[in-house]
């Protein structure tokens, strides 16, 4: 069992920042493509962004493509996803993953058993 801690988010202003983190405490990141998903207020969960197991591989989706960055660190056991210039939109509960059936970010989609609790971001003036 793999348990996701998350922490970070919070209230912005439109073009700020924040720096959120997905933890394993227990357990190893190590062998885990992981992802990050929002969902906002009546809108289905999209997913925002992957890092392979590794940290060698990542995407995004077009809407943060070049104001997020995904990192991780396997000697912390923790991912991290760096939010710049953030927007109105960026607003909703932001949830890390990992995926069991891959550890790349090839953009199949995967099985993600293990979750992290959610955290809220919300960018307002």
């Known amino acids: 069992q793999l348990q996701l801690v998350q922490s970070g988010g919070g209230l912005v202003q439109p073009g700020g920042s924040l720096r959120l983190s997905c933890a394993a405490p227990e357990s190893t990141l190590d062998y885990y493509a992981i992802h990050w998903f929002r969902q906002a207020p009546g809108k289905e969960r999209e997913g925002v962004s992957c890092i392979s197991s590794s940290g060698r591989a990542t995407n995004y989706a077009d809407s943060v493509k070049g104001r997020f960055t995904v990192s991780r660190d396997n000697a912390k056991g923790t991912v991290y996803l760096q939010m710049n210039t953030l927007k109105p939109e960026d607003t909703a509960v932001y949830y890390c993953?990992?995926?069991?059936?891959?550890?790349?970010?090839?953009?199949?989609?995967?099985?993600?058993?293990?979750w992290g609790q959610g955290t809220q971001v919300t960018v307002s003036p």
């Open positions: 993953a990992a995926d069991i059936e891959y550890s790349d970010c090839s953009g199949r989609r995967g099985t993600y058993a293990y």
